[in-house]
């Protein structure tokens, strides 16, 4: 149910707010000393990465801590630390960290989850030749993205946002030798791109608005009363207040992160980098960072809604959020049901989980979306490590055509797998990821805006249970079609996978209708123990509801592919009943190739026309000008030569002949001097008669 | 004008052509004695008995003398073997004529503005020079004389080192 | 033409003839001649200005001609002098060949 933020103003900053910058910076700079070691140096920069994240790790268990005691006693915790970064006249522009309790959760998971998948590593990476240059690059993404969580401005979390964004592109283009992998990462990069623009255009709009960028600032932060209520009266076009049309922009930004429909043809093929990056980065972390950033702007989304009113009105930005979240979530567990790359089934599975929190986020609020992020980044980091497990112990083989068997090959793996699976499909009662994703299906069945959502969330948790089974099908039972003998994984890969399955199990607890422990601390009120938690009218309809879909996807799955014999080679069940339809789940709805054959198109065109307008137009006008300067400059050397320096020299010429001229008067004879004495007195003589004669 | 006038100037004319027209030296310093003659003479014409009297003893008496030691020390009466007249000689001519023209021409030209012919003779007489000599004229009179030793003293100077040379 | 004039002319007439020895012969006592010439030419222009100019009892005229005569006898002897020395030097008194100040 949607609930108001009434959060107490801030108290001011605890010691371990104050500090709380560590958590991220420690990172950071761990990965510029893994920067400058050599390649050969393994275990230091494996110590460095582990090292400072398990630092942080430690740091934000004080802080969740320190939040925690706080709501306890019922002393809401929102620290806040801000400073001005950049100052112009009168107006500035601040940067600055907070510490509540979605920071405090985030940073737990964040760390947590990154810490096993560090562990994790060592062993998965342990044959790269690129091992020490794989933890600097963890390193950086984990310090980006801890402060993308503890930001308190949005430039200081776009800042990090754009960090994040790089480091992926690094580590999904790990492998950069191989031209599938380059364009992987290019593609990534550009796509989120896209979303980052409309983003950036949010928070040019929200500082020119509101003057600040800061989230919460003592009563004048962006999120807070009077920044919302100035940005609710303005207009701008197609009906929308500022307020609606800010959050849609960071929408764009955050679809473009997680993947939402248009912006999700990345998030696949960003398979190609190490499986461990897709745990971290494309499972846990990073494209949780939308959802993130949804939640932590999550007044202004709502803002103008009417509150408490038994109707459940919406907001236009967040209805956009709902029925993007919801198209996802179905388009993608869609193609999800054709792929044959064991990887690419959890990609698409992470995209439609994606979907699903967005639309939580739409429907029922912070609590119910922030839940599903929670859940679904334990136990999808956990199908990840598994699936790389996996692909390790088939010597490199992605295929799950050219799998089999393997539960009794990789018990371990098998074991931690299946755990994870029914938590993703939403298995009742023990799983996490059914209290989760029931959270979400409650909230969309109280939805007033419209009905639909909830059918379209239902198909997709069909789907889900569906695909999951097949994948599981292939790659575990049935008869090992792979060349080589399979082999489990050694304990540092196994031991991550273990933790990660106790914890999707178990967090399950802290979000059942019987204990809502997570909406309270989230929403800062208490939370009884409420044992009529389940009286809730149509709560237990709901549970049944969902309980019946899982069980029929996965007895529907588990029907055409369970426990069969296949060939490698051969053709799917599905695909042999139904052609068509499966090509085009398969192809993808053929999104990408209608990308490439007209945005990529019509870009690639216009990149053409820029070059000849570089090349011809620009660039012929600067030889033009080089043309003219040179023949200038030949025109001031032959000026200067012939005409100044050739006048010069001639009237020098001059001189000295006239006077060798001169010279010849002087003959040495003195019978010459005598001659031309007398011509001058002829001379003199001439004058003086002729002036007295006048 | 009279003929005596004439006959004088021929001869004083005729002695200064032949003094610069002779090849052989000795004979140009004798027509140049006989151009001081009859310059002595028109000086006399002149009423100008000092002046004649000094002409005679110091130019034919001294000059001239010593033109001819000149000639004789240099052996000037040898015939040069290029030729008597210098190059361009024509060149010199006609400055000179030129030279000549413009005087000519000036005196024809002041002929009205010159005295009429029949003045009386001065009366002058060597007492009178004396005095004046010894009056008026005594400052130059002595510079003369200054000049004249200076000049007596150079020439030996200049013509002495011959017999140092020769040694 | 006034006996002046006649005078003056006969000046003019000697003064042009010493000045054409002086200018083409080549012997350097010929110039010297020549120019003796010259300058009796212009002592016989003073008499003749003194006798016939205004205040011939001044004796204006009379005098600068004997200073003249003393003069041109101190720089004749001097001239000369400076004649032979050269001969002795050049072995010739040729004017044309002593030309080592030419240029």
């Known amino acids: ?694 | 004008m009279t003929f005596i006038f004439y006959l004088i100037s021929a001869v004083t004319l005729a002695g200064g052509l032949l003094a610069v027209l002779l090849k052989n030296t000795v004979h140009c310093a004798l027509a140049l004695t006989v151009a001081f003659a009859g310059l002595a003479l028109l000086f006399l014409k002149l009423d100008a008995q000092f002046a004649g009297f000094a002409q005679i003893l110091v130019y034919i008496g001294a000059v001239a003398i010593l033109v001819v030691f000149a000639i004789l020390l240099t052996k000037g009466s040898e015939t040069p073997k290029d030729g008597v007249y210098s190059k361009n000689w024509p060149v010199g001519l006609v400055i000179a004529a030129g030279v000549f023209a413009t005087l000519g021409w000036a005196v024809m030209a002041s002929v009205k503005a010159l005295p009429n012919q029949n003045v009386a003779a001065p009366a002058v007489s060597v007492l009178d020079i004396g005095n004046a000599l010894m009056g008026r004229y005594v400052l130059p009179l002595e510079i003369v004389a200054l000049l004249l030793t200076a000049a007596l003293v150079g020439a030996v100077i200049v013509a002495m080192h011959e017999k140092e040379e020769v040694k | 033409m006034t006996p002046l004039a006649g005078y003056l002319m006969v000046a003019a007439m000697l003064f042009a003839i010493g000045l054409a020895g002086a200018l083409t012969r080549r012997n350097a006592i010929l110039v010297l001649i020549g120019i003796e010439l010259m300058l009796n030419a212009a002592n016989l222009n003073l008499i003749a200005f003194w006798r016939y100019g205004p205040h011939p009892e001044a004796l204006t005229g009379m005098m600068f001609a004997i200073f003249s005569i003393a003069v041109a006898a101190a720089e004749a002897a001097v001239g000369l002098g400076l004649v032979i020395h050269i001969h002795r030097h050049a072995h010739s008194t040729d004017l044309d060949a002593m030309n080592r100040m030419k240029g």
């Not at chain 1, 709501?71 to 500035?92: D, K, L, P, Y």
């Not at chain 1, 929408?251 to 993947?259: E, L």
């Not at chain 1, 820029?610 to 006008?621: E, K, Q, S, T």
Request: include cysteine.
């Open chain 1, 1 to 694: 149910m949607q609930e108001a933020m009434s959060f107490t103003p801030q108290v001011a900053a605890s010691p371990i707010a104050q500090w709380l910058w560590l958590i991220p910076a420690v990172p950071i700079v761990a990965a510029g000393f893994a920067a400058l070691l050599k390649q050969p140096r393994r275990k230091l920069a494996a110590f460095l990465a582990i090292g400072s994240m398990s630092f942080s790790l430690l740091l934000s268990l004080i802080a969740f801590g320190h939040v925690l005691v706080g709501w306890a006693h019922h002393a809401a915790v929102r620290e806040t630390v801000n400073f001005t970064w950049i100052q112009m006249g009168a107006t500035h522009v601040d940067l600055g960290w907070v510490l509540d309790p979605l920071s405090a959760i985030m940073l737990v998971m964040v760390t947590f989850v990154g810490l096993l998948i560090f562990i994790y590593s060592v062993g998965y990476m342990a044959h790269d030749e690129n091992f020490t240059r794989f933890f600097c690059f963890l390193s950086l993404f984990a310090g980006a993205m801890l402060g993308v969580v503890i930001a308190n401005s949005l430039l200081l979390l776009f800042m990090c946002w754009e960090l994040v964004g790089l480091t992926s592109y690094l580590l999904i283009g790990f492998w950069y030798q191989k031209p599938s992998a380059a364009a992987a990462a290019k593609k990534a990069f550009l796509t989120t791109r896209v979303g980052d623009v409309f983003f950036l255009l949010g928070i040019v709009w929200l500082f020119a608005q509101t003057g600040t960028l800061l989230f919460y600032n003592a009563g004048a932060g962006s999120m807070e009363h009077g920044a919302l209520a100035a940005l609710l009266s303005q207009h701008a076009a197609f009906g929308l207040t500022a307020a609606g049309a800010i959050g849609l922009l960071i929408f764009a930004g955050a679809a473009g992160k997680s993947g939402q429909l248009p912006l999700h043809v990345w998030l696949p093929d960003a398979m190609e980098g190490p499986t461990p990056v897709s745990a971290l980065i494309h499972a846990a972390t990073m494209v949780a960072a939308g959802v993130y950033l949804i939640a932590r702007v999550y007044p202004l989304m709502q803002a103008g809604m009417p509150l408490g009113a038994s109707g459940m009105a919406s907001t236009p930005a967040l209805t956009v959020v709902t029925w993007v979240g919801a198209s996802t979530a179905v388009f993608a567990a869609l193609i999800a049901v054709a792929q044959n790359d064991i990887k690419r089934i959890l990609a698409y599975s992470t995209v439609s989980q994606l979907g699903y929190m967005m639309a939580g986020l739409g429907m029922g609020g912070v609590a119910v979306g922030m839940f599903h992020l929670i859940t679904h980044a334990f136990f999808k980091a956990l199908l990840f490590m598994g699936a790389g497990s996996v692909i390790h112990g088939c010597h490199d083989e992605q295929d799950i055509r050219k799998m089999g068997g393997l539960k009794s090959d990789m018990p371990l793996t098998f074991f931690t797998y299946t755990i994870g699976m029914l938590a993703l499909c939403g298995f009742p009662l023990f799983f996490s990821g059914f209290w989760s994703k029931d959270g979400i299906l409650e909230a969309a069945q109280h939805w007033s805006v419209a009905k639909a959502p909830f059918y379209m969330l239902v198909f997709g948790a069909l789907l889900t249970a569906f695909y999951m089974t097949r994948q599981v099908a292939y790659v575990f039972f049935g008869t090992w079609r792979g060349h080589k003998p399979a082999h489990e994984s050694p304990a540092v890969m196994t031991m991550p996978l273990a933790i990660l399955a106790f914890f999707a199990m178990a967090l399950g607890l802290i979000g059942t209708p019987l204990w809502p422990w997570f909406r309270s601390f989230l929403d800062d009120h208490a939370a009884p123990f409420d044992l009529h938690g389940f009286g809730e009218p149509g709560l237990l309809v709901l549970m049944g509801t969902s309980t019946v879909v899982v069980i029929g996807g996965l007895m529907l799955s588990w029907w055409i592919y369970g426990d069969r014999e296949f060939k490698a080679d051969q053709p799917d069940m599905l695909e042999m009943a139904a052609p068509w339809p499966w090509r085009l789940l398969q192809n993808k709805f053929y999104v990408d190739e209608f990308y490439a054959a007209t945005f990529i198109a019509f870009y690639g065109w216009w990149a053409r026309v820029a070059d000849w307008l570089d090349r011809r137009v620009w660039g012929g006008a600067v030889t033009g000008v080089a043309f003219a300067v040179r023949g200038w400059a030949h025109l001031n050397r032959f000026l200067d030569m012939n005409v100044v320096d050739g006048s010069f020299d001639k009237g020098c010429d001059e001189l000295a002949s006239s006077g060798g001229l001169l010279a010849r008067i002087q003959t040495g004879r003195v019978q010459t001097y005598l001659r031309i004495l007398a011509l001058a007195v002829i001379a003199l003589a001439a004058i003086l008669i002729w002036s007295s004669r006048a």
